[in-house]
């Protein structure tokens, strides 16, 4: 099979239904559906160009300066997660970690909503389909259909999705899931189990995904990042991750977790190492795979001195969501955050001049977490065992600062289980005890990095200067601090080294950083009584060892 993303082979685009390559086999699939194949256009897989015309005339679009498509979502600006629903049905309820994060709905509200979708669709009159692979390895990816009625929707996904090359997009056939994108439309709040005009709801049994009230690009992404977290551990047995990851010269694997500003992005972007991805991958039994076929990168703050692979990245092509720009010019804005401070590009990952593609590396040398700790009680790397991985990756911890969110004024702690808690689907034990099974076989470590502050709490101390947190990194990497002397961490037990090239000896222990051993005392004391009330709902469902991992109060 030819490998997907060798896409330089453009398919035609046409309003004429027989000319979009659906095939007759397929075809029967949108009327058994519920569309009415005599009165709208089906748009398959429509070129960029074609995309870009349709976006430009039909939506208001403008090419901006530096060749990017500029376009806007409405109101909505960022995901909806209130309004994200799983429908609770036979042969999934039993996988599915219900309460807040995986609401529940019934397959009869589902239903009425999927119409309600395809009812709207059908008064347009033009429909855009997208046909593509979510996951670069073949034997665990699955074939996505998206069927919307914005071309700048088509275009998201065709950068977000692995993009099928002109052979794979002929013999596609029926797909594993298909998305009815209907977000121009509301959901009937008066509907059963609805709480809000907005909708986004997966169903396993039918494979689909249904959206209503919301034309924020970035549900579509996240909706097939959840069906994959769900997918990959249930019914391939393999671990579905919301990490970075990049390879060295050797072929060495890191991954990377974190929450936004923890610095996962900018540090797994490394000149001298390559790109296998910077948001989703699986790490299945051959090793690591990217679920994507693009980035989706925040814009807020953007340059070309702080980040040039991104920067250079958005052109022809690309989508720049949300983003202001200059009505003379079309230069854009990126420090502009009057609409959103969520702006966003979306753009094919071989934008990036060192990503490896195809997006697939081996088994991971490295398992990095990231957080950021303004409390300045954690130090800047320690070394976990496997029982302490598995506490930390079910408890996710970070600090949300002033200025990473509106009405933030003071730093408060954030706990977002598996580093990425809106997007799980299985219960959290489960992922862990998939990463701990597979850091053992294949002999990984595990290290805790602290990109927050350092020599004292948010307002007192200083964030740990990115040159350090590198040079932490590039120890890791050459495989020197492995063999490094430690020395344990009070209170969490965490494994200290006494010393790191090009890192000051006083940053690495937290104590004699702060120089205030009463302050300090009560911080560390304060931040372990936080983690064990976050772990508290975990508690029953880890392994003595694991719960025994957590700080001590």
């Known amino acids: 099979m030819t490998s997907p993303g060798n896409h330089h082979d453009e398919l035609p685009d046409s309003t004429n239904p027989e000319y979009s390559l659906l095939g007759k086999d397929s075809l029967h699939l949108f009327s058994d559906a519920g569309f009415d194949m005599d009165k709208i256009h089906l748009k398959r897989n429509a070129s960029v160009a074609a995309l870009y015309e349709d976006a430009i005339s039909k939506e208001g679009a403008v090419i901006a300066s530096n060749g990017a498509l500029i376009n806007f979502s409405g109101k909505k600006t960022g995901r909806s997660p209130k309004d994200k629903r799983i429908v609770y049905e036979e042969t999934s309820k039993d996988d599915v970690w219900w309460g807040p994060v995986n609401i529940k709905m019934d397959e009869h509200t589902f239903e009425i909503n999927r119409e309600r979708a395809i009812d709207y669709l059908n008064t347009r009159e033009d429909i855009y389909v997208f046909d593509g692979f979510a996951g670069w390895e073949p034997r665990y990816r699955i074939k996505v259909r998206v069927i919307c009625a914005r071309a700048y929707h088509a275009l998201f996904m065709h950068n977000m999705l692995i993009r099928p090359t002109r052979e794979e997009l002929e013999n596609f ?194 398992i990095i977490f990231l957080t950021c700790d303004a409390y300045g009680v954690l130090p800047p790397v320690s070394r976990l065992s496997q029982e302490q991985a598995q506490y930390h990756f079910i408890a996710g911890y970070t600090s949300k600062t002033p200025g990473t969110e509106e009405g933030v004024m003071e730093p408060s702690p954030t706990f977002s289980t598996c580093y990425g808690q809106p997007f799980i689907v299985c219960h959290p034990r489960r992922y862990a005890e998939m990463l701990a099974k597979r850091m053992t076989q294949h002999k990984a470590n595990c290290w805790l990095i602290n990109t927050g502050w350092v020599g004292g709490k948010f307002g007192r101390g200083k964030r740990c200067p990115l040159k350090y947190t590198r040079a932490i990194i590039s120890s890791i990497h050459s495989g020197e601090l492995a063999k490094a002397d430690f020395e344990e961490f009070e209170v969490f037990g965490l494994q200290v080294p006494k010393a790191v090239p090009n890192v000051p000896g006083e940053l690495l222990q937290p104590r004699k950083a702060w120089n205030n051993d009463e302050a300090f005392g009560k911080e560390v004391k304060a931040l372990a009584a936080k983690f064990k009330d976050a772990f508290a709902k975990y508690e029953s469902d880890v392994s003595k060892e694991v719960l025994a991992a957590g700080p001590k109060v």
């Open 173 to 366: 056939g029926e797909p594993d899931f298909i998305i009815y994108n209907a977000g121009q439309f509301p959901a009937n709040r008066f509907t059963a189990g609805m709480t809000s005009t907005t909708s986004v709801e997966i169903n396993f049994k039918r494979r689909e995904m249904v959206i209503l009230g919301t034309e924020y690009a970035g549900e579509m992404k996240k909706g097939v990042f959840s069906v994959m977290h769900y997918l990959q551990p249930v019914k391939f047995g393999q671990l579905s991750l919301h990490s970075s990851a990049n390879e060295g010269p050797d072929g060495d694997v890191t991954l990377f977790f974190g929450l936004s500003g923890t610095g996962k992005t900018t540090l797994s972007a490394d000149p001298v190492r390559r790109l296998i991805g910077d948001d989703e991958h699986v790490w299945s039994d051959n090793g690591v795979f990217n679920i994507e076929g693009g980035c989706y990168a925040k814009c807020i703050g953007l340059s070309a001195e702080k980040e040039p692979e991104i920067f250079n990245a958005i052109q022809f092509g690309s989508i720049l969501e949300n983003v202001s720009y200059d009505k003379h010019t079309r230069v854009p804005d990126y420090e502009d955050s009057k609409l959103t401070e969520n702006t966003r590009c979306a753009y094919p990952i071989e934008k990036i001049p060192n990503a490896k593609i195809p997006c697939i590396g081996g088994h991971p040398h490295n």
